[in-house]
């Protein structure tokens, strides 16, 4: 079985940092992409960045964190990141990390999601 376990939300002062990790565990064949997702109270999830595999890393970013957020992974840990700049207020929610793995059982490829980490930005 394959699980994500995040880490590193917490509460920051506006116009702060925060860095997000989050690592896939199980046995893993491999993995198709990474992405970080979040959910404010009342409001609908959304996809905030995502990152493929392969020799060129594709990044997506969601309007509202370009240039602020930055998105990495480290394949050999199967693990991703989510830099976190220059934070507001609307960027407090939940974080979720979600990636598409191929497994040992069936079946072999499924989207799976982290726990969620809590990130608060507030004076």
């Known amino acids: 079985q394959v699980q994500l376990v995040e880490s590193g939300g917490g509460l920051v002062q506006p116009g702060g940092s925060l860095r997000l990790s989050c690592a896939a565990v199980g046995t893993i064949l491999s993995i198709n992409y990474m992405a970080w997702y979040r959910q404010a109270p009342g409001k609908e999830r959304e996809l905030v960045a995502t990152i493929t595999t392969g020799g060129t890393n594709y990044v997506k970013y969601a309007d509202s964190v370009k240039d602020r957020f930055t998105i990495s992974r480290d394949n050999a840990k199967n693990a991703v990141f989510l830099q976190m700049n220059s934070l507001k207020p609307e960027d407090t929610a939940v974080y979720y990390c979600?990636?598409?793995?191929?497994?040992?059982?069936?079946?072999?490829?499924?989207?799976?999601w982290g726990q969620g980490t809590l990130v608060t930005v507030s004076s």
């Open positions: 979600n990636a598409g793995v191929e497994r040992t059982i069936l079946p072999r490829y499924a989207e799976i």
